[in-house]
Structure formats: C-alpha cells, structure tokens
C-alpha cells in the first residue's frame, strides 16, 4: 500500500446535508404556438435533490454523489435563487 493511498483513506470526508429544492426552471419548445395563448406559458416545474454543497449570492449549488475519504464531489449542479419555490432539509447539519 503506498503512502498516497494510505493517507487519501485516512482523510475526513466532509458531510453536506442533503437538499429537495422545488423551482421552476427555463425552457425551450421548437413547435409553432399561437402567441395569445403564449401569455398563459408557466416555467417547468421540477423538483431536485441532492448534497448541498455550497449557496451564495446567485443560487444552490449541489452535487450527485460524494466519495468516501475523498475530498471531491461528482456532478456539480447549479439552480439560481430566482427560480427556487420551496427548500426542504432532508437531513440535520453535521
């Protein structure tokens, strides 16, 4: 076992918590539509969950999976503040 191994599996991985964030999100449709109607377009309602990993200013930003007594994080997703509805904490604070 080399020393790099060894002290990747030694490390402490952080916990994030883990997020359901409810928010309407943009959209395209190619189809030809009636533009009185187009008045009555809603965003696409989608609800995601995932690992918190950090917020600021702009937005959420999670991620799919975490690796154990890794530091990195997979699949960074980023949702602006704008079109988030509703945040359900599915889990505690570490």
């Given at each position: ?27 395209i ?23 918190l ?39 505690k604070?570490?």
């Open positions: 076992m080399s020393t790099t191994n060894s002290s990747k599996r030694n490390a402490t991985r952080k916990t994030y918590k883990i997020v359901l964030i409810h928010w309407g999100d943009a959209f449709d190619s189809d030809d539509f009636d533009p009185i109607e187009a008045k009555n377009t809603e965003p696409c309602y989608r609800t995601t969950v995932g690992f990993i950090a917020k600021n200013q702009h937005g959420y930003i999670l991620a799919t999976d975490t690796y154990d007594n890794e530091p990195e994080v997979a699949a960074k997703m980023f949702i602006p503040k704008g079109m988030v509805n509703k945040i359900e904490y599915l889990t604070a570490p």
